[in-house]
């Protein structure tokens, strides 16, 4: 029997960062786009570096964006919409309780503040392959905050000598990168009905409620959909 390779936790840690360093490339690209983004719709530096440090969740930060009006901000309905959004990080930190388990609740707890699509899915597929540690999880899940602070800070710094950002073709940039965010999601054809579900209410709430409630209605109406979808297609295994 081998005797356990020394700083085993420390190079399980480095190889979560090697690993993950493509991925984290990816969301700086869209990390800069939040940060133009988010200074044409009126936060300053500091509310950036606040929301993408502690918030830290770039779906719900871009849903917030539009619904983002300073002087008036719609506190409960952002809370609402960012909570809606952020459900399956919820579902993704259940599946890693075996992995934090040997941790101290507190340290398990702040482990899970890393949990996000990527270091999730990266992490669970090296599990399957017997190769992966609480130290490998949290050097993806560090990288990923460190590339998403990094690039939504610099993203509004530059944004702020971006007078028009129609010229660049940022308009269409919350749109392009909410899509892409939306296909990365995308598990197979057991999406389609909570996500045309979502889409439709959304569509009708907001041709009759002024204001963003459309976001809300849809994020409730959609995961409705799909736990009940869900709950039908284990009814038909049973039966």
Same mark, same amino acid.
């Given at each position: ?7 085993? !936790? *420390?190079?399980?840690? +480095? ?15 869209? %990390? ?6 988010? !200074?044409? @719709? /009126?936060?300053?530096?500091?509310e950036v570096a606040l929301m993408s440090g502690l918030v830290f969740a770039g779906s719900s930060q871009f849903v917030v964006l539009d619904? +983002? ?27 890693? =309780? ?6 101290? *609740? +507190?340290?398990?707890?702040? @482990?899970? &503040? &890393? ?17 992966? /540690? ?8 560090v990288l990923s905050w460190l590339a998403w602070m990094l690039s939504t800070l610099t993203g509004r710094v530059l944004g702020a000598f971006?007078?028009?950002?129609? *010229? ?13 965010? #939306?296909? %990365?999601?995308?598990?197979?054809? /057991? ?8 889409? #439709?209410?959304?569509? @009708?709430?907001? =041709?009759?409620?002024? %204001? ?6 849809? !994020? ?5 959909? %799909? @736990?009940?979808?869900?709950w039908l297609k284990e009814r038909r295994h049973v039966a």
């Amino acid at each position: 029997m081998h005797a356990p390779a020394p700083h085993h !936790g *420390r190079d399980q840690f +480095w190889l979560g960062i090697r690993m993950f360093t493509p991925v984290a490339i990816s969301i700086a690209a869209y %990390g800069l786009v939040w940060g133009v983004l988010a !200074g044409q @719709a /009126g936060l300053s530096v500091a509310e950036v570096a606040l929301m993408s440090g502690l918030v830290f969740a770039g779906s719900s930060q871009f849903v917030v964006l539009d619904m +983002w009006m300073p002087g008036s901000l719609p506190i409960a309905s952002i809370v609402i919409a960012t909570a809606i959004v952020n459900l399956r990080i919820l579902l993704m930190s259940a599946t890693l =309780r075996p992995l934090l388990a040997p941790l101290p *609740r +507190w340290r398990a707890l702040g @482990a899970t &503040f &890393f949990v996000t699509d990527e270091s999730w899915a990266m992490t669970m597929t090296e599990i399957r392959k017997g190769g992966a /540690g609480v130290a490998f999880f949290l050097g993806t899940g560090v990288l990923s905050w460190l590339a998403w602070m990094l690039s939504t800070l610099t993203g509004r710094v530059l944004g702020a000598f971006i007078d028009d950002p129609a *010229r660049y073709g940022l308009d269409f940039a919350f749109t392009a990168t909410f899509l892409a965010l #939306l296909l %990365g999601m995308w598990k197979g054809r /057991g999406d389609l009905v909570p996500w045309i579900v979502a889409a #439709l209410a959304a569509i @009708a709430t907001s =041709r009759l409620v002024d %204001g963003n409630w459309y976001i809300i209605v849809g !994020g409730l109406a959609g995961s409705l959909a %799909g @736990a009940v979808a869900e709950w039908l297609k284990e009814r038909r295994h049973v039966a």
